[in-house]
């Protein structure tokens, strides 16, 4: 167990970064930040590299469309547009069809605030995942995306890990079970970890390195 701590500390020192923290999302329990995620994950659910969606979110926020009010009022082709600055040209046409609709989703169902969304769900993972997939662009691999990043403000929701996350757990040897993970670090950081899990995940050489860190 020891090990596997130390291990753990040395995957957070490394890559201990969530994707909303790279997107410019300071997160939190309010209903901008949340919705901010839930554009973040619509993006990183498509089959493209997680830099260029992390990319894209930081241009449609710096288009100022943080709230789902501002997404719907802007046009279609500033949408495509913004999509293209931040390179994510293969999919920008139906993605900002997508995110047009899940806005007006956000607002109709939910007033806006995916805390409500969260109440409804009782802050089960199961009803958690079935709500989110209402939203265009939302598959099971997006609703993941998503409550893996806001259990960080979603104790309830903790420990969650994704079969990527885990995937990346055992590469590093780690306990491959969100509750064995979640022994390894404070509440608190068990989002920053299911991020850096799956980092390793998607580069295997990360894992020697968090390996060699971990036994100096």
Same mark, same amino acid.
């Given at each position: 167990?020891? +090990?596997?701590?130390?291990?753990?500390? /040395?995957?957070?020192?490394? %890559?201990?970064?969530?994707?909303?923290?790279?997107?410019?999302?300071?997160?939190?329990?309010?209903?901008?930040?949340?919705?901010?995620?839930?554009?973040?994950?619509?993006?990183?659910?498509?089959?493209?590299?997680? #830099? @260029?969606?992390?990319?894209?979110?930081?241009?449609?926020?710096?288009?100022?469309? =943080?709230?789902?009010?501002?997404?719907?009022?802007?046009?279609? %082709?500033?949408?495509?547009?913004?999509?293209? =600055?931040? &390179?994510? =040209?293969?999919?920008?046409?139906?993605?900002?069809?997508? *995110?047009?609709?899940?806005?007006?989703?956000?607002? +109709?169902?939910? &007033?806006?605030?995916? =805390?409500?969304? &969260?109440?409804?769900?009782?802050?089960?993972? /199961?009803?958690?995942?079935?709500?989110?997939?209402?939203?265009?662009?939302?598959?099971?691999?997006?609703? +993941?995306?998503?409550?893996?990043?806001?259990?960080?403000?979603?104790?309830?929701?903790?420990?969650?890990?994704?079969?990527?996350?885990?995937?990346? /757990?055992?590469?590093? #040897? *780690?306990?491959?079970?969100?509750?064995?993970?979640?022994?390894? @670090? +404070? #509440?608190?950081?068990?989002?920053?970890?299911?991020?850096?899990?799956?980092?390793?995940?998607?580069?295997?050489?990360?894992?020697?390195? @968090?390996?060699?860190?971990?036994?100096?």
């Amino acid at each position: 167990m020891a +090990d596997d701590r130390r291990t753990a500390q /040395a995957l957070l020192e490394q %890559q201990g970064r969530t994707y909303a923290q790279e997107a410019g999302i300071r997160l939190a329990d309010r209903p901008g930040p949340l919705y901010q995620l839930l554009v973040l994950a619509t993006l990183l659910s498509t089959r493209i590299r997680a #830099g @260029v969606a992390v990319a894209a979110a930081r241009e449609l926020f710096a288009c100022g469309y =943080r709230t789902p009010q501002a997404m719907e009022a802007a046009s279609w %082709q500033a949408r495509v547009d913004a999509l293209g =600055r931040g &390179h994510y =040209r293969r999919y920008d046409e139906r993605t900002a069809t997508m *995110l047009g609709t899940g806005a007006r989703l956000c607002l +109709d169902r939910w &007033h806006g605030d995916l =805390r409500r969304l &969260h109440r409804e769900a009782g802050g089960s993972p /199961a009803a958690l995942r079935r709500l989110l997939t209402e939203f265009p662009g939302i598959g099971p691999t997006g609703a +993941d995306i998503f409550l893996r990043e806001a259990q960080s403000v979603w104790p309830d929701v903790r420990p969650y890990a994704d079969r990527r996350a885990l995937a990346g /757990a055992g590469l590093l #040897g *780690l306990p491959a079970d969100p509750r064995g993970l979640g022994g390894l @670090v +404070d #509440g608190a950081d068990f989002g920053r970890l299911a991020s850096a899990l799956v980092r390793v995940a998607l580069d295997e050489d990360s894992a020697r390195e @968090v390996k060699r860190a971990a036994a100096r």
